[in-house]
């Protein structure tokens, strides 16, 4: 066809990418590499959305530029296929998982396809595959061998009407508290057998790493305050009357002549012991009402402040000042030590807790005043600024940075305190009660044949252990001959009423016997085997999304995780686009992660993911985020049946800056849909092509098209790259001719972003094999400036008309071009000319009197 029938031509060469394996990675080619990651989709029954396809894009075409360029592009897809929907659909309908993700899997394949995403299809990773998950078993299993992953009884939720356990994401927080997505029911913490792993060990490396990442500084800003290192110390109080002691963390020991009262969370040991006969029964009974509280809810700040005393008082060591100890949700069990001596002078949550239950406040920092007091010289709020010390015994008029050091020496040499760093960061919570994961390389065996059991089973320094049905029992991990562990059939995906996950119920698969040297296991007893039960636990989706950029560079290995050559030589992605909102967990998950692998000798650095780029979200036509309620979700698969792929691509980057969040507008396509048009003529109105050189004024706007696309192009700047070949297109476009060669240039910068166009006109143009193998176009700086400048003509300082003229021209010339010019004729006839200035280059200035 003479037109431009994009439905015809977009299937073509999406045929012709696959057959010719056109994007193909190859291994250990002598190129210089570049290694393009998008974050891997979980492939939903809903399909593409078009948040998809705005980062894939742009990997997309950056990934067919530096093809252009000459480099071995590494460029693969692949799927976050475990998790809750899939898992939910299976509970509803009794469909196993694994048919669910095929399906999915098959129709988000045929979309990114339709897109023209070339991906290396070759290298494609789904995290459910027993080959894939088999290394996930494994590495969690290096992490079980290095003491990095333990048992735990954690606080999950739990709904009693539904008789299951909750992810999060199935707990919604309502005004009557927190209840369950499905039904609407109340739902209550429950602490269940949970596998934990030891993120907090590398708390300092991940902090520390960070530095010299190539991220967006919020999302480093993220990362760095939920790890939260602070710098503070350890002080230790006497509880009047009792042997016991209370360790406190604090931030500010510059402070501790303003401890007036003490407070331990609700679920601090020393509460039962040091609770008075009196106090007792409204101590338990807040301690219990504690318990359906997260963490979040209990340490916000703006929450109104609760708490009971417990009848007992400490002694502040350095001035034996006898202070109450409170209970009080506000402290929290998980940070520190579970307990804080309070200075509500100069602490926001202390201080408004101090104004509630009329306790004392004394200030012991002052900055010239700088503190809000009232009539009466009563602090209104706290003071959490550095000041100097008053108040504060012999530490009285250090500044208060200079005392926090001061006091805690003078503490440490009393031994009732010492210096701390601690990490916001908890270990990691790792298993869920559910049955769609990968399920765990462990087995559970008594004492006396743990005992037994080779060393190369068990966990470095520490047995791992729990109580499993009111009996001790301790892990092994299976070796490596039995990866992959698969999920067994269960009749039923729902998890148990007492919060188990479906795996307890599959009797044949749980109860296994154990060679205790080789940890063999077998369904059936053999001489000097011990008994075993598998873990019934599963991982959390996050296992298959910590390390699956590795497998893309060896995905077929069965003997390793990754050949070290290979790794070698393809590296860490040089460059990872993906979501703002996985700016936390995924992102600090996998550093962990590779840290590990890092240390254990799989990868040879340690950070796995140097330069990072977050896509903007795009909104609705109004505005407002796109939903389903709202109704104004954007289908990409209806702008591809009306405009092209190409013309989605095209307008998905030229919507803003990649990382703005912009809205959407469905009529701004029609504007795209015609610059793909007309760049269609260009190419295929013959009767404008020339062979020969280019007129000057074509050449000129071409190079710097060329320059511009390619800085942008590299900076992920394609909405200005777009607008460059908008105006390029144009020049192009006027006149008598175009040279072919421009045209053909135009359109290899154009192929990244319009690829099905850009391989069909190049084809049409008279050429085989692919846009992409015929190397990028490169600028030619002298192309870019012009051959002639405009002079300003002026009579007497004012405008009176210009010229161009040849850039080499003379003083002289530019005189007489300006006294030959008619206008300026008319103001200097019959006048004197007293002065002919010339600025070179530029102005002509006759002043004639
Ligand atoms: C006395 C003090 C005086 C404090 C002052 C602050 C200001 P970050 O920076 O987040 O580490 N704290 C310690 N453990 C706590 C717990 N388990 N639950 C709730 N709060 C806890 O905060 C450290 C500060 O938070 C500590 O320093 C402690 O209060 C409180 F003018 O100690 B501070």
Not at 123 to 137: I, L
Request: aromatic share 10%; proline share 6%.
């Amino acid at each position: 066809s003479k037109d431009y029938d994009f439905a015809a031509i977009e299937p073509k060469w999406q045929a012709f990418w696959a057959g010719h394996k056109t994007y193909e990675a190859k291994d250990f080619e002598d190129k210089p590499t570049f290694y393009v990651l998008d974050m891997f989709p979980y492939p939903s029954g809903a399909g593409l959305h078009i948040g998809h396809p705005e980062g894939y894009t742009a990997s997309d075409a950056l990934k067919r530029f530096k093809k252009a360029q000459g480099y071995n592009v590494l460029h693969p897809m692949g799927w976050d296929a475990f998790g809750l929907p899939t898992e939910q659909y299976a509970i509803k309908t009794g469909t196993h998982p694994s048919v669910t993700t095929k399906q999915n899997v098959a129709r988000f394949t045929e979309q990114l396809n339709q897109l023209g995403f070339a991906y290396d299809w070759g290298r494609e990773v789904n995290t459910t595959d027993p080959g894939y998950f088999k290394w996930t078993q494994w590495i969690f299993k290096q992490l079980f061998k290095k003491g990095l992953a333990y048992v735990d009884e954690k606080p999950v939720w739990f709904c009693p009407e539904l008789g299951t356990v909750l992810a999060n994401e199935e707990v919604l927080n309502t005004p009557e508290g927190p209840r369950s997505e499905r039904g609407n029911y109340p739902v209550e913490r429950r602490p269940i057998r949970q596998w934990v792993l030891r993120i907090t060990e590398y708390a300092e490396r991940l902090i520390a790493g960070l530095k010299d990442l190539d991220w967006p500084d919020s999302t480093k800003r993220l990362q760095e305050n939920w790890i939260g290192r602070s710098e503070g110390g350890e002080v230790t109080f006497d509880v009047a009357g009792h042997d016991a002691q209370l360790t406190v963390f604090t931030t500010r020991p510059d402070t501790l002549y303003g401890a007036t009262y003490m407070v331990v969370a609700p679920e601090h040991p020393l509460v039962g012991t040091i609770t008075t006969g009196e106090q007792k029964t409204e101590v338990e009974a807040y301690v219990e009402k504690a318990k359906s509280k997260s963490d979040l809810e209990r340490a916000e700040l703006a929450k109104e402040k609760t708490g009971v005393w417990t009848g007992a008082t400490a002694i502040n060591p350095v001035n034996g000042k006898e202070i109450p100890i409170w209970v009080a949700d506000y402290v929290l069990m998980t940070y520190g030590t579970g307990a804080i001596m309070a200075v509500p002078a100069h602490d926001e949550r202390d201080f408004e807790f101090a104004r509630e239950f009329g306790l004392e406040i004394v200030q012991v920092i002052d900055d010239d005043g700088a503190a809000e007091k009232d009539d009466s010289g009563a602090l209104t709020a706290a003071y959490t600024g550095p000041g100097k010390l008053i108040n504060s015994g012999e530490q009285s008029g250090k500044d208060s940075e200079s005392a926090k050091k001061a006091v805690i020496e003078q503490l440490a040499a009393e031994n009732r305190g010492k210096a701390t760093v601690n990490f916001k960061l908890r270990d990691w919570l790792f298993s869920r009660q559910r049955y769609w994961g990968e399920p765990f390389p462990i087995v559970w065996v008594n004492e006396s044949d743990y005992a037994k059991a080779d060393d190369s089973l068990k966990s470095a320094d520490r047995p791992v252990s729990c109580q499993i049905d009111g009996e001790t029992r301790f892990a092994l991990a299976l070796p490596d001959a039995e990866l992959p562990l698969e999920l067994p059939e269960v009749e039923s995906y729902t998890p148990s009423p007492d919060g188990q996950s479906p795996l307890s119920k599959a009797e044949h698969w749980l109860k296994v016997y154990v060679d205790p040297q080789s940890g063999e296991t077998s369904t059936e007893a053999r001489d000097g085997w011990i008994e075993g039960i598998r873990e019934t636990n599963t991982m959390p989706q996050w296992a298959g999304s910590c390390w699956y950029y590795l497998r893309y560079i060896d995905p077929k290995n069965s003997e390793a995780l990754i050949d070290p050559e290979k790794e070698k030589y393809w590296g860490t992605p040089d460059l990872y686009i993906g979501g703002a909102e996985h700016a936390v967990l995924h992102l600090l998950y996998a550093r962990f992660w590779h840290h590990v692998l890092y240390d254990i000798g799989v990868v040879s650095d340690p950070e796995p993911f140097k330069k990072l780029f977050h896509q903007g979200i795009i909104l609705g036509e109004d505005g407002e985020k796109m939903s389903k309620s709202r109704g104004n979700v954007v289908n990409p698969e209806t702008i591809i049946d009306g405009y092209g792929a190409d013309a989605l691509r095209l307008y998905l980057m030229f919507l803003g800056p990649l990382e703005a969040m912009k809205p959407w507008n469905t009529k701004g396509i029609e504007g795209i849909a015609r610059f793909l048009r007309r760049v269609w003529t260009l190419a295929t109105d013959e009767s404008r092509l020339t062979e020969g050189e280019d007129s000057e004024d074509n050449l000129r706007e071409l190079h710097a098209t060329i320059k511009k696309v390619t800085e942008d192009y590299e900076a992920l700047g394609f909405n200005t790259a777009i607008s460059q070949m908008m105006i390029c297109q144009k020049q192009l476009s006027s006149g008598d001719k175009v040279a072919k060669s421009s045209v053909e240039a135009l359109l290899k910068l154009l192929a990244p972003l319009a690829p099905h166009l850009g391989e069909e006109l190049w084809e049409r143009l008279g050429h085989q094999g692919s846009i992409v193998e015929a190397g990028w176009p490169k600028h030619d700086e002298s192309k870019l400036v012009s051959n002639t400048v405009k002079i300003i003509f002026q009579v007497n300082g004012k405008y009176r008309g210009d010229a161009e003229l040849p850039a080499d021209h003379s003083k002289e010339e530019a005189i007489a071009a300006a006294k030959s010019s008619e206008r300026v004729q008319n103001f200097i006839e019959g006048k004197t000319i007293k002065k002919e200035i010339y600025v070179p280059g530029k102005i002509v200035n006759i002043v004639a009197v």
